[in-house]
């Protein structure tokens, strides 16, 4: 299956030789079972100990919500077409965790299970692929610790974020491609096209940032051009499948017309997901964050603010450290295709990983280049470029001799070798430590959410945040919060004690089209309209951080004017009167500033 880098034809027996690899025996098909089992045990035994399900992002929160109303109410009608099949999956593997007895009340601890597995299982491939190809059952084991242990890859296998099983089928496709695409079969292309599809069904952006690169390495791979053009309108083909098969569904089972079906198939190719909102667009600031993205996807896996490495030197070493390590990488890549250019399969490789990520870097530009999420699958191209420096590492294996003894064969020293890598396993052990230093915050969160439950009245209190707290996910996961609030409100109390906010920044991302002015005055009637509903408006200690944090915060979803405008709205309008100061909340604010919560009030008109 994974006969990798097989089918070109290098220019001598030497270069044939280097790229060639074979097809995995069962040994290694016995060797992948393990590693997949090995890397489950390891990764849970990690999330246990973490016991932080949330280290960069709340994303896995807010999906844990949706989860929940799908496993209690599946429907058609609430199926969120951007993870097309992400709920129903989930949904039946959490129902089966929860037969199991594993987290039962914890929809997020068990979506976090079920990522390590689906992450073990990419490292799985990983294995195979590096394994065959490069002839070395030892170097595939150390390519998996040094890829599986890299900033992103590992954050996203310990957490509950929505793209770890996306990554792990695209994985797998890329990976298959790269073997297969220098001599594609119909049936190669068939499994490579669904496996993809699987993905980004799952994950919709993950369709963007593949398609180009597998659709061209098809063009290019030798053939006439009958096959050329035929090979590319195949996977197009097969890839569309499943998507197919949804839409069928959905017409037999959900009540559907053929032409609500037709239209439910056409919008799961075109989601839109993100676009025409406030993450979407094209800015400077964006460019300095996407290398902070790159390099903290190699060491650190922190999801960093734009700004933040001139104001914490760590975050600075880190984001140096990854772009050495990256240009690094990108160098041994390069120089490897240099020297193998006359071979087919390494070329259509080269064109595979390298379109992924040029193409998913132009993309994320336009989305939001440091976090996690958007660049997990961007970086592919790095498996086989760890797989060239864990060859590097260890060495050729050590040869054959005819008797116990192994008289004749040269002593070789052990101690550079063993420096060499340990050198390359730092980042893996650089980042395990980091996660580690936020040990317990699952727990931690959850007290400061009782705290809040009981200080500030939940069915007479609207929170006023910015957007970008972790709290307000746990609040609203935790007291039954609604994606839409009615306008106005009714008044205060309700009769259930349920989650209200006003998030600033979710203004300039649902009308990015607004005014600055008229983005202002709506977050100013919003408040207006929970006070004059007998609500009291807390505000979260974010709106007390210094200007540039503030500022820094929004610049991914809105020009700088925005929230300096709406910051000075509203110290001129409204008084911040400290009301609750919690010691704990301040060490677990992203901007790590004092945890005090204020009443706001109006000030006297003069």
Same mark, same amino acid.
Request: with cysteine; proline share 6%.
């Given at each position: 299956m994974f006969r990798s880098l097989s089918y070109g034809h290098g220019p001598s027996d030497g270069a044939?030789?280097?790229?060639? !690899?074979?097809? =995995?025996?069962?040994?290694?098909?016995?060797?992948?079972?393990?590693?997949?089992?090995?890397?489950?045990?390891?990764?849970?035994?990690?999330?246990?100990?973490?016991?932080?399900?949330?280290?960069?992002?709340?994303n896995g929160l807010w999906g844990s919500v949706e989860?929940?109303?799908?496993?209690?109410?599946?429907?058609?009608?609430?199926?969120?077409?951007?993870?097309?099949?992400?709920?129903?999956?989930? !949904?039946?593997?959490?129902?089966?965790?929860?037969?199991l007895g594993v987290f039962p009340d914890l929809l997020w601890r068990q979506m976090a299970v079920l990522d390590a597995l689906f992450a073990a299982l990419g490292l799985a491939g990983v294995y195979l692929f590096v394994a065959a190809w490069l002839r070395d059952r030892r170097v595939g084991l150390l390519a998996v610790v040094l890829y599986g242990g890299s900033g992103f890859y590992l954050l996203c296998s310990v957490e509950d974020e929505w793209d770890m099983p996306s990554q792990s089928f695209i994985l797998l496709a890329t990976l298959l491609a790269c073997a297969w695409f220098a001599r594609p079969s119909v049936l190669r292309i068939a499994v490579v096209a669904i496996l993809f599809s699987i993905s980004w069904l799952f994950e919709w952006r993950f369709l963007f940032p593949a398609l180009p690169p597998m659709l061209l390495a098809l063009f290019a791979a030798p053939g006439h051009l009958g096959q050329r053009i035929m090979r590319p309108a195949s996977f197009l083909g097969f890839m569309s499948l499943p998507p197919l098969g949804l839409a069928a569904a959905y017409l037999l089972t959900g009540g559907a017309t053929l032409k609500e079906a037709s239209a439910f198939l056409i919008r799961l190719f075109w989601v839109g997901k993100g676009t025409?909102?406030?993450?979407?667009?094209?800015?400077?600031?964006?460019?300095?964050?996407?290398?902070?993205?790159?390099?903290?996807?190699?060491?650190?896996?922190?999801?960093?603010?734009?700004?933040?490495?001139?104001?914490? =030197?760590?975050?600075?070493?880190?984001?140096i450290s990854g772009l050495m390590i990256c240009l690094a990488l990108l160098f041994v890549a390069i120089r490897y295709v240099w020297r193998n250019r006359a071979n087919d399969a390494v070329i259509i490789a080269a064109v595979l990983l390298g379109g992924t990520l040029v193409a998913g870097t132009i993309f994320n530009f336009y989305a939001q280049p440091q976090d996690p999420q958007m660049l997990i699958n961007v970086m592919i191209w790095t498996v086989p470029a760890?797989?060239?420096?864990?060859?590097?590492?260890? !060495?050729?294996?050590?040869?054959?001799?005819?008797?116990?003894?192994?008289?004749?064969?040269?002593?070789?020293?052990?101690?550079?070798?063993?420096?060499?890598i340990a050198l390359v396993l730092a980042p893996a052990a650089y980042n395990i430590s980091v996660m580690a230093q936020q040990r317990g915050r699952d727990a931690a969160y959850l007290g400061l959410v009782s705290r809040l439950g009981e200080r500030f009245d939940p069915r007479r209190t609207v929170f006023l945040y910015q957007g970008f707290e972790y709290v307000f996910a746990w609040q609203f996961a935790n007291w039954d919060g609604s994606w839409s609030a009615p306008s106005p409100r009714p008044p205060a109390p309700t009769s259930r004690p349920t989650f209200k906010m006003i998030d600033v920044s979710d203004i300039p991302i649902v009308h990015p089209e607004w005014s600055v002015d008229r983005q202002v005055g709506e977050l100013k009637r919003q408040i207006d309209e929970a006070l004059d509903g007998g609500y009291q408006v807390i505000a979260g200690p974010e709106l007390r951080e210094s200007d540039s944090l503030w500022v820094n915060s929004f610049l991914t979803v809105a020009p700088e004017a925005l929230p300096r405008a709406m910051r000075q709205m509203i110290m001129a309008n409204f008084l911040l009167t400290p009301v609750h100061d919690d010691a704990l909340a301040a060490s677990l604010h992203a901007c790590e500033i004092e945890g005090e919560y204020a009443i706001l009030t109006r000030r006297a008109q003069p």
């Open positions: 044939r030789a280097a790229t060639s !690899g074979r097809a =995995p025996s069962g040994q290694d098909w016995g060797t992948a079972v393990l590693v997949w089992l090995a890397a489950s045990s390891l990764l849970l035994a990690f999330e246990s100990y973490l016991q932080n399900a949330h280290i960069e992002t709340g989860l929940r109303r799908w496993i209690a109410d599946p429907s058609w009608a609430t199926l969120d077409l951007g993870n097309a099949i992400y709920l129903p999956a989930y !949904g039946v593997l959490c129902r089966a965790l929860t037969r025409g909102s406030g993450w979407g667009g094209f800015t400077v600031a964006k460019a300095p964050l996407a290398l902070a993205g790159v390099a903290e996807s190699f060491v650190g896996a922190r999801n960093v603010v734009y700004g933040q490495w001139m104001t914490k =030197p760590l975050v600075a070493f880190e984001i760890w797989g060239l420096v864990a060859k590097a590492a260890l !060495g050729p294996p050590a040869p054959r001799t005819d008797g116990l003894t192994g008289i004749g064969q040269p002593r070789r020293r052990g101690w550079p070798r063993s420096l060499l």
